[in-house]
């Protein structure tokens, strides 16, 4: 029986190991809130620092279909039910963001937002067109700077089984605990860290202390407060959060946002008022872009979602 049972065990654990060295693999990119890059060219450049802009040439994209999975993709393995991936997309889609602009992304659900953002820290490639930041094309950017020069903040923050000082770092590796506070605080999470017990030591996750939904996403924010990047891409949904902690999302969001190029996905009336350009998307295409005003002027799309969802989302 142990010869049968020997090598069966020795062979599942193997299993385990692969699992669980690809599910950490995974996690330290999603603390990022980014995932592994796409070949990284072997003369990859680097971006200069600061190096801030965003632009966006004739973009058409599909998810990539089963022939074509990657590293990249391991969430879409996940999803067996992604079926219609070679369905185009983006078609098309062309805008800029100059350094230290704020662009707005709005339109229906489903119109390619989320996918759109997501191509800016290349977690997928293009089909066809080009995505610019800093002026060169990201294909030819080395991971780590890309990465480098972008903060995400998207609706659901990973947090992971260690100290909250140590689910901070991984933003900056070497933060001292006053920057780490300093982020903390202005992400507006520091009081609650100070009332826990054990403070930067406390043990968050699954078996530690539970943040909730609204804390989570300010420690989130707090990591990009930490890091400082260029250019920060942020999904402002908050739909799961009690208007108290949406206020201290927001004012978070809005620290996060300051003097830097900032591409967001909008569901705030303060948000596209302030914009410098907002870009509608519908089905995978630029339909309208231009400022609150102007587009309210025109009578398209946008004055409609203006009418429908950011009326009723700006009455907080
Ligand atoms: P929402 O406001 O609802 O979040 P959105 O404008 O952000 O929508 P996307 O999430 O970009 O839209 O989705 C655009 C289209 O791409 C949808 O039809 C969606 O089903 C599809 N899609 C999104 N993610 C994937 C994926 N990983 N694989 C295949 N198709 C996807």
Do not use: C
């Not at 391991?74 to 662009?103: C, K, M, Y």
């Not at 080009?130 to 972008?150: C, K, N, Q, Y």
């Not at 999302?249 to 410098?276: M, P």
């Amino acid at each position: 029986l142990t010869r049968l049972y020997g090598p069966l065990t020795a062979l599942s654990n193997v299993r385990v190991d692969v699992m669980s060295a690809l599910v950490s693999f995974q996690r330290v990119f999603e603390v990022l809130d980014l995932q592994p890059l796409i070949r990284e060219k072997p003369d990859a450049k680097e971006l200069p620092e600061g190096a801030a802009s965003i632009a966006f040439r004739d973009v058409d994209f599909h998810y990539p279909g089963a022939d074509e999975v990657s590293l990249a993709s391991l969430e879409d393995l996940a999803r067996p039910d992604r079926s219609d991936n070679g369905r185009q997309i983006l078609t098309g889609v062309s805008f800029a963001v100059a350094p230290g602009e704020l662009v707005a992304l709005v339109g229906p659900s489903g119109a390619g937002k989320t996918t759109t953002a997501t191509l800016v820290p290349r977690l997928y490639d293009v089909s066809s067109g080009t995505v610019e930041v800093g002026g060169v094309d990201v294909r030819d950017l080395s991971a780590s700077s890309l990465a480098d020069h972008i903060g995400m903040v998207t609706q659901d923050a990973h947090l992971f089984h260690d100290t909250v000082r140590e689910n901070l770092r991984y933003a900056r590796p070497g933060a001292t605990d006053e920057q780490i506070w300093e982020a903390l605080d202005r992400a507006q999470i520091g009081e609650t860290v100070r009332r826990l017990e054990s403070g930067l030591d406390t043990v968050v996750g699954e078996r530690g202390y539970r943040f909730s939904g609204g804390e989570k996403q300010r420690l989130a924010i707090a990591r990009v407060l930490l890091k400082a990047p260029p250019i920060v891409i942020l999904d402002e949904a908050t739909a799961h959060l009690d208007s108290e902690s949406e206020a201290a999302v927001q004012r978070a969001l809005d620290s996060a946002l300051e003097g830097r190029t900032s591409l967001v996905i909008a569901h705030r009336l303060s948000t596209v008022r302030r914009a410098d350009r907002i870009v509608v998307l519908e089905d995978g295409r630029v339909v309208e872009s231009g400022t609150h005003e102007a587009l309210v002027d025109r009578g398209g799309l946008y004055a409609e979602l203006y009418k429908t969802q950011f009326q009723e989302a700006g009455v907080l």
